[in-house]
C-alpha cells in the first residue's frame, strides 16, 4: 500500500513539476497496481 501511494505522488510531481507527459503504459502500470493492492487486502 505504501508504495502504491509512493508512486502516484511521485507520477504527480513528475507531471506538475517535471513536466513529463504520463502515457498509456503508465496508466496501465497504475491500473495493475490497484488490482494488486484490490488482490493483497482481499479478505
Sequence with gaps: ???????????????????EALRWNHLLGFILLVVAVYVIFMK
Design 1 to 19: 500500500m505504501q508504495e502504491f501511494i509512493s508512486l502516484i505522488v511521485f507520477a504527480v510531481f513528475s507531471h506538475l513539476y517535471l513536466k
